[in-house]
């Protein structure tokens, strides 16, 4: 009340508005002489750590994130509801979803495509068992340009992306040489897309031959069917995309920093409130990877499991946490450092070199 008066005291008159409030002129001046209390002073120092941990990619964060975030960072005494109301005083607010686009088509000349081995069931007991696969779109003022992206379902951190000016096949086979570089993952993976021409063509299934994974296409024209990669796409997009970037070179740096934060530093609510990262090295071991790994698509092949447990069938028992997949607590722990393989691989390049 009193700042309401204090605003129009020079248009009004401070009297006149509080006659017209039905306020007493002398409480208005007690009121705006009176120290501020605790509580107001206490706010006035959240408010700033408020801004604080919204700066950067966190701008988009609503009030649950905010205040998580707030007690990550030590924060304590800043219930939600406390934080909700000084945001509003602030006007801030998180970012929202807007419309969803396909960008991909079912081949229809393919007629010898991949079954569907997760039927909607989003799960993994560990690391690189299950990956989804998408591709997506975004405008720039040079064109448009495509983002073909690969999600490892366990942590939900992207293990492989890549950005182009074209849809070819080239692009998610690209993504994918990313992700297996990197990850060096076990026979027995599963890499789940839709059923785009992109990832029905022999040149992106050939490759997963010859990486011994499991190739996994959902229904024609549902979303649902790989609706974890369509869930990050809205995510990717409203948290990075606001209108349009100036060149397809600042796009793909802002890509970079972008999902460099999404693995390492923001905050997953099916994670239970932690990064991507760092929910999969507190509840993850990696083993170290073997001195003779298969280098052949043939050895690759052979080793890997029975076709009941890549079906979900007598061996495949996933248990389901939260709308996409499941997120244990007591599973197995990732070593910190660079991805699990990749210390093998550069070390297996140099070998080669000499």
């Known amino acids: 009340m009193t700042t309401y008066i204090e605003s129009r005291r020079d248009v009004f008159g401070v009297e006149p508005t509080c006659q017209a409030l039905g306020v007493a002129t002398s409480t208005h001046y007690a009121r705006r002489s009176r120290k501020p209390s605790p509580r107001a002073r206490r706010d006035a120092?959240?408010?700033?750590?408020?801004?604080?941990?919204?700066?950067?990619?966190?701008a988009v964060y609503?009030?649950?994130?905010?205040?998580?975030?707030?007690?990550?960072?030590?924060?304590?005494?800043?219930?939600r509801e406390r934080v909700a109301r000084l945001m509003r005083q602030e006007g801030l607010r998180g970012v929202q979803r807007g419309k969803k686009r396909r960008t991909t088509r079912p081949d229809e000349t393919a007629r010898d495509r991949a079954r569907d081995l997760v039927n909607r069931d989003f799960t993994a007991?560990?690391?690189?068992?299950?990956?989804?696969?998408?591709?997506?779109?975004?405008?720039?003022?040079?064109?448009?340009?495509?983002?073909?992206?690969?999600?490892?379902?366990?942590?939900?951190?992207?293990?492989?992306?890549?950005l182009a000016t074209h849809m070819r096949s080239d692009l998610v086979v690209d993504a994918l040489e990313m992700a297996v570089g990197l990850r060096r993952p076990d026979p027995g993976l599963i890499a789940h897309t839709d059923r785009g021409s992109q990832?029905?063509?022999?040149?992106?299934?050939?490759?997963?031959?010859?990486?011994?994974?499991?190739?996994?296409?959902?229904?024609?024209?549902?979303?649902?069917?790989?609706?974890?990669?369509?869930?990050?796409?809205a995510t990717y997009k409203t948290e990075l995309i606001s209108g349009r970037l100036q060149s397809f070179e600042h796009l793909e740096h802002e890509t970079l920093r972008w999902i460099s934060f999404y693995n390492h530093e923001r905050l997953?609510?099916?994670?239970?409130?932690?990064?991507?990262?760092?929910?999969?090295?507190?509840?993850?071991?990696?083993?170290?990877?073997?001195?003779?790994?298969?280098?052949?698509?043939?050895?690759?092949?052979?080793?890997?499991?029975?076709?009941?447990?890549?079906?979900?069938?007598?061996?495949?028992?996933?248990?389901?946490?939260?709308?996409?997949?499941?997120?244990?607590?007591?599973?197995?722990?990732?070593?910190?450092?660079?991805?699990?393989?990749?210390?093998?691989?550069?070390?297996?390049?140099?070998?080669?070199?000499?």
Not at 45 to 57: D, N, Q, S, T
Not at 129 to 141: E, F, G, I, M
Not at 199 to 225: F, K, N, Q
Request: charged share 25%; hydrophobic share 30%.
């Open 199 to 233: 990832y029905t063509s022999l040149h992106y299934t050939d490759r997963l031959d010859e990486h011994g994974i499991a190739p996994s296409v959902g229904s024609r024209g549902d979303a649902y069917d790989n609706a974890m990669a369509e869930a990050w796409v």
């Open 45 to 58: 120092e959240l408010v700033v750590e408020i801004h604080a941990a919204r700066i950067g990619y966190r």
């Open 268 to 354: 997953h609510e099916e994670l239970g409130d932690v990064p991507p990262a760092e929910y999969e090295a507190q509840n993850t071991t990696i083993q170290p990877p073997s001195d003779h790994p298969p280098h052949s698509a043939r050895d690759r092949r052979a080793q890997r499991p029975p076709a009941a447990a890549q079906k979900g069938g007598e061996g495949h028992t996933p248990t389901r946490n939260g709308p996409c997949g499941p997120v244990e607590a007591d599973r197995p722990a990732l070593n910190k450092g660079a991805p699990a393989g990749l210390e093998h691989y550069e070390k297996t390049n140099q070998t080669s070199l000499h």
């Open 62 to 79: 609503g009030v649950r994130k905010t205040w998580k975030e707030l007690k990550r960072r030590g924060i304590t005494d800043a219930g």
């Open 125 to 162: 007991s560990r690391p690189d068992q299950l990956w989804v696969a998408d591709l997506t779109y975004v405008r720039t003022w040079q064109g448009f340009c495509y983002l073909a992206f690969i999600l490892d379902v366990y942590a939900r951190m992207i293990v492989g992306w890549q």
